[in-house]
């Protein structure tokens, strides 16, 4: 028996040694064809990367810049009204503050070298941290080097459209450099009927040296195309006089790569696009170049067969002779776990081994219909990667659209976002099992209306509040729209009538693929924010709605914003008068009621938002109700006034947050000292075990156990094991080295030290007095 499984294992190994020997010396034949393949996805991976960072580095910094400018509301100190309205110091000072936010805009990216603002109607440019005339700037700032004067005004004065102008020559600082200049027309900014221009000068040095350090050949060149196929930067190696190939690019092909011959001489060239941008990133390279490390793994792998052939015939053996003995071992421990006796002792290991398994296999049906009662929680689970864009494309392939239960990754979808407001009068606490009633309650009655009226859909559930449904299109989408507005207004009314829950709803565009999924929840969810300024709509529909969001602005300065979030949070009640005094005097400077009501709103639907994201005591009872504050600020004509009540309600949160820490800290002080005297006789328990058991930081959990107990957590543990210690000393037989691994500790010395420490005596010594007296 020894010799015939010997063999088999021999022969096994021997088979599969010759099989990859066969098909590794098939492969020599083939390698080319396998390292293109491998060569390919690295290209690809090097241009996806290149792309990556000049667009999210430079492409979407720059022109994030642009629109952000155009939707700047200080355009307005240029406008006639605003000369009359403002004297000359406010003007001044506004101007100032524009030139202060260009800069907090640009100074962190280190390819913009300058960004300014072209007024023509003033002939003024506006930049980081100057306001100068076009003579000055062409003269001491940035000095266009192939420009004269009258052509850099012509330049200035242009119509633009998101234009990038490569090889753009400036002297800056005694330097010449070599930039890009982006150029856009700012369609907001018209003023005496002249629309004002934004530039963005681009230091196009660090572009080719990021472009080198990631896609790198000795005779590469590299190009660099705009959305409009104009080339914006080429990058030559040995700076070859080759220009770029006519090409039919494709948006429905991310990668192209093909051979041609230009002057005589073969090339590789490939490219990918920018599914965002529509930028081409391209690439050529001479053959000769591309395949030279082929080559040289063609000629190692020769080595490497030969060598894998008379290492590996010396190796079969020897692990054949290995991998026998575990086969008894195994044997004789499955007979002792097998709870039957079925299987006769006599078998060799092969056969008893697949006899435990054919017992194994009969037992799939119900493995399956244990693993069947996960499948809803892994459906959601997808379904919620999927809408947080958490899934990559090449991730989703016919396994997971079959655990969806969709047909194609291609069709057209809406991602429709619910969320309830209040449910207070269906449900009477606040524990998940009362939250997962109102969201069963709502999908029933969502999926029935859905079901009936033909909507194929899934639901995806978020939180205790929250939950979105996404929706196939197969009509048009605009009816599709229309239907869904009509079934959720009558799920509304419906649940607010016969349970009293109040829910919000968003709808988003329409999107194609399910990877998309991420853009349509995104857009659900931007328009359902817009329930803090339309309180009296419950349907939002980004169709209808888009212009509000896109074009929302910056009601309040971030650094205010963030002041607020800190200063409740951290529950400093004095921070909130000094805040809004700053606030008050934002209001004042509002150039109109309007903008001061719509900073109030703002502010309301912070606060709102502080108020269901930190843990607090703010009753229903003291809760603002929406309506009546939105009534306050429109109808009120003192901003003032509403402001007053708005403060009262960030201090009162502050309080209560304040009290809720304290009690946090009280819970979780008698929760650790519940732990301890639970685990103190433990060698394991320490002041890091317990820091993480309860999910703290251990300078978090020292700090507020010295401040709670009046004793550090170390010097606690001692005491209650000292006092067990001489109660086991006192009314037990017990050995001293028997109490001391008893109340934790490993090694009887340490016990000794302790207890001395603490008592003064040796444990015996404490015995022997005691029992004496």
């Known amino acids: 028996m020894f010799k015939k499984i010997l063999w088999r294992f021999v022969f096994s190994y021997l088979v599969i040694f010759i099989i990859p020997l066969l098909i590794g010396i098939g492969s020599y034949f083939s390698i080319k064809n396998i390292m293109m393949s491998s060569l390919y996805r690295y290209n690809k991976t090097a241009l996806t990367q290149l792309e990556d960072k000049v667009e999210n580095e430079i492409v979407k910094s720059v022109e994030s810049l642009a629109d952000w400018i155009n939707l700047n509301p200080y355009y307005f100190i240029f406008l006639p ?23 907090s805009q640009t100074y962190k990216n280190s390819y913009i070298i300058d960004a300014f603002i072209y007024i023509p109607s003033e002939n003024i440019i506006v930049g980081p941290s100057y306001t100068t005339t076009p003579y000055n700037y062409y003269t001491y700032i940035n000095r266009p080097l192939n420009m004269s004067f009258e052509k850099w005004l012509e330049f200035l004065s242009g119509e633009y459209k998101m234009k990038y102008i490569p090889s753009f020559k400036i002297k800056a600082d005694y330097k010449n450099l070599s930039t890009i200049v982006f150029a856009n027309t700012l369609s907001r900014w018209i003023i005496d009927g002249k629309n ?15 472009m080198k350090e990631i896609v790198s050949y000795p005779k590469g060149i590299l190009w660099i195309l705009d959305r409009d196929n104009n080339q914006v930067l080429k990058v030559s190696a040995d700076k070859q006089d080759i220009s770029l190939p006519k090409l039919n690019f494709s948006i429905y092909n991310d990668f192209r790569i093909q051979e041609l011959t230009l002057n005589g001489e073969k090339w590789i060239i490939y490219y990918v696009i920018s599914p965002i941008y529509g930028w081409k990133y391209i690439s050529m390279v001479p053959v000769n170049s591309f395949f030279e490390e082929i080559r040289k793994i063609r000629n190692l792998s020769l080595i490497l067969l030969g060598f894998m052939s008379i290492i590996g015939s010396i190796l079969i053996f020897f692990f054949s002779m290995q991998n026998y003995r575990p086969l008894s071992e195994i044997k004789r421990l499955l007979q002792a776990g097998n709870e039957t006796k079925s299987f006769e002792l006599e078998k060799n290991e092969f056969d008893f081994i697949r006899d435990l398994v054919l017992q194994t296999l009969s037992k799939e049906e119900e493995l399956k219909k244990q693993i069947m009662r996960f499948s809803p929680i892994i459906k959601n689970n997808l379904l919620y990667q999927l809408l947080l864009g958490s899934i990559l494309p090449e991730n989703i392939g016919e396994l997971e659209l079959k655990t969806l239960e969709m047909q194609r990754q291609d069709a057209k979808f809406l991602v429709c976002l619910i969320e309830i407001d209040d449910c207070s009068g269906f449900i009477k606490g606040e524990s998940d099992s009362e939250y997962s009633l109102v969201t069963l309650v709502v999908t029933n009655v969502m999926d029935e209306l859905l079901e009936t009226n033909g909507f194929k859909h899934w639901d995806v559930l978020f939180s205790r509040t929250k939950l979105s449904v996404i929706i196939e299109v197969i009509d048009n989408v605009k009816d599709s729209i229309k239907k869904l507005t009509e079934i959720f207004g009558n799920m509304i009314e419906f649940l607010e009538k016969n349970f009293s829950i109040y829910m919000s709803v968003g709808i988003s565009g329409e999107v194609m693929g399910i990877i998309n999924l991420k853009f349509a929840y995104e857009q659900a969810e931007k328009v359902l924010s817009l329930k803090f300024v339309k309180p009296n709509m419950k349907i939002f529909k980004f169709s209808e709605l888009s212009q509000d969001i896109t074009s929302e602005k910056e ?56 108020l269901n994201s930190i ?32 403060q009262e309600d960030f201090k009162i949160l502050t309080e209560n947050v304040i009290v809720n820490k304290q009690k946090i800290g009280n819970d979780l002080i008698s929760n650790i000292l519940d732990f301890i005297h639970q685990q103190y006789s433990s060698s394991e328990i320490s002041l890091s075990t317990i820091a993480e058991k309860f999910n703290i930081t251990p300078q978090y959990l020292s700090a507020i156990f010295k401040e709670k107990a009046g004793q550090n957590i170390s010097d606690y543990i001692q005491s209650l094991r000292m006092n067990k210690a001489k109660e086991l000393l006192l009314t037990t037989d017990y050995s001293v080295s028997q109490i001391a691994k008893m109340i934790g500790y490993t090694e009887v010395s340490g016990f000794t030290k302790a207890f001395k420490k603490v008592e003064g005596i040796s444990p015996n010594k404490f015995r022997e007095l005691n029992k004496i007296q």
Do not use: W
């Open 81 to 103: 009204e605003a000369k009359e309205a403002l004297d000359s110091s406010d003007r001044l000072l506004n101007i100032r503050n524009l030139c202060r936010e260009i800069y």
């Open 615 to 646: 843990p607090n005591k703010v009753g229903e009872k003291q809760k603002p109700e929406p309506e009546k504050v939105m009534r306050l600020i429109i109808e009120e004509k003192n901003p003032k006034k509403v402001l007053q009540s708005i």
């Open 555 to 610: 009601f309040l300065p971030k650094d205010i914003e963030n002041k607020i979030v800190n200063i409740v949070k951290e529950g400093k009640v004095e921070g909130v008068y000094e805040v809004f005094e700053n606030i008050k005097n934002h209001i004042t400077a509002a150039n109109s009621p309007h903008m001061a009501k719509m900073i109030l709103i703002y502010l309301y639907g912070l606060y709102y938002q502080l």
């Open 196 to 210: 004002a221009n934004v530039f963005v000068i681009i230091d196009q040095s660090k572009i080719v040296s990021t």
